[in-house]
């Protein structure tokens, strides 16, 4: 039996002087329940909590650790840069091999411009459309988070979805106004903002693969025609590759399902666990960015030293290794596999959504391709099933409405474990 005596008084001190005792809100288990687990440190593919326990890692740091936790040649490259200081604010050579690495492992993107975070290379991306096409308004999908400043944060998924919160204080009618949303999956929605703002749109911006309200996956034909109609409307299309760049495949997203996007923007698994983004995209749009044009984008950290080597020692692993994402994709399927046969022996309807080393289990009895199907599902159900499951030692994102990540340090010995959790889970909840 597990205790968490340690994690119950971490979260309680925490809580006099950090707001709600994290530092980014899905931590804190609120829809889950309960309290939650404080992390001491992490190897592979386990977490070790502050009372000793040892749980399988399903969220990899939201993405990042695709490697599983604390690669050796991560974190003694980070060792040697650090010696030679933290950060200097100004040029440095490792930016131009971090960015050429990205440029030779992506497509369509001729400059890419370092931040440090998912957010910051959102924002800037869609401030780039706005300033390269002189239109206001863009058009995002209900239920999918492109990170939390201002204007996104409208119908967004993740953290939004989790709690509830349909609009956000502090955010002014002006900035929404100009952030129009359809379904995702629904291209005729699409169509018919296009007509009745048409000259007025920037951006279409869009996770080509949904991760933000579980994992939810495009229609055949649905990225293809949104790309379409950028085409004809002059509008730039923005993939939010946060989640799937360099996750479903060195080329992301783009080149998983084949469609180009005009700008890109990267999180998650380029920083390796650090703080780092990127956005990137065709030089006739990128080079509207200061200092080439007037589009004001900037960041004192940004591009600094163990930023940079973190991510440019994962990425040049993951090029470096053509066999790394179909081991992990071939992991990700037996879990699938695995749990898709425990689910069916309980009778408890369910959907699994997966591509790639992103899956979720949504417990619906129709299909989830959108956010209202997502949030339709029996998501008490799965806050149970959360906690069954960090009983037996499973870390799941303590939502329903985020994807699961599997990290390559993950053993088929651990997958058994998990999918033996899953029963025994499903077992005492269904009973
Ligand atoms: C996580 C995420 C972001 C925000 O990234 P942060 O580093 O948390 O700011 C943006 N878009 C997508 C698709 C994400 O998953």
Redesign the pocket.
């Known amino acids: 039996m597990k205790t968490y005596n340690n994690s119950i008084a971490l979260f309680e001190r925490a809580q006099q002087s950090i707001p709600g005792g994290v530092n980014?809100p899905v931590r804190a288990f609120k829809s889950v329940g309960g309290t939650p687990v404080f992390i001491e440190r992490a190897k592979g593919a386990y977490l070790y909590d502050a009372d000793g326990n040892q749980y399988i890692d399903y969220i990899a740091s939201?993405?990042p650790m695709i490697l599983g936790h604390a690669y050796e040649p991560v974190v003694k490259a980070i060792q040697e840069k650090a010696e030679g200081s933290t950060s200097f604010g100004a040029p440095t050579e490792l930016e131009i091999e971090m960015a050429e690495l990205i440029k030779s492992m992506t497509r369509n993107v001729d400059l890419v411009r370092m931040v440090s975070?998912?957010?910051?290379?959102?924002m800037s991306a869609l401030r780039l459309a706005r300033g390269y096409t002189g239109r206001n308004k863009f058009i995002k999908f209900e239920g999918?988070?492109?990170?939390?400043a201002d204007a996104f944060l409208v119908k967004a998924g993740?953290g939004l979805a989790t709690f509830d919160i349909q609009t956000v204080p502090g955010i002014t009618a002006g900035v929404s106004n100009d952030t129009l949303t359809c379904a995702y999956n629904d291209l005729d929605a699409v169509k018919q903002l296009v007509t009745a703002h048409k000259g007025e749109i920037a951006a279409i911006i869009i996770?080509p693969i949904a991760?933000?309200m579980g994992c939810i996956l495009p229609q055949p034909g649905f990225v293809e025609g949104l790309r379409h109609i950028c085409t004809e409307e002059g509008i730039v299309f923005i993939f939010?590759e946060?989640?799937t760049g360099f996750r479903l495949g060195a080329g992301g997203a783009q080149a998983t399902l084949n469609v180009d996007a005009d700008l890109v923007?990267y999180?998650?698994v380029i920083g390796a666990g650090m703080?780092v983004?990127a956005f990137g995209g065709k030089k006739e749009i990128m080079s509207h960015i200061a200092p080439l044009g007037n589009v004001y984008q900037a960041g004192t950290l940004s591009g600094n030293p163990l930023a940079m080597i973190a991510g440019f020692t994962l990425l040049q692993t993951l090029q470096n290794n053509p066999d790394f994402y179909r081991e992990l994709d071939a992991k990700t399927e037996y879990l699938h596999k695995g749990l898709e046969t425990v689910l069916t022996a309980t009778g408890k309807p369910f959907v699994i959504n997966r591509l790639g080393s992103m899956i979720s289990v949504h417990f619906s009895a129709q299909p989830v391709t959108d956010f209202a199907c997502a949030a339709a599902s029996d998501n008490a159900f799965f806050n149970k099933f959360f906690h069954a499951m960090l009983r037996r030692g499973i870390y799941l994102p303590p939502s329903a409405f985020e994807s699961w990540f599997l990290n390559n340090a993950l053993t088929y010995a651990d997958l058994d474990a998990t999918i033996a959790a899953a029963q025994e889970s499903l077992t005492e909840l269904c009973a």
């Open positions: 980014s939201w993405g975070s998912g957010t910051e290379a959102c999918c988070y492109h990170g939390h993740s996770e991760g933000n939010d946060v989640m923007c999180g998650k703080p983004g």
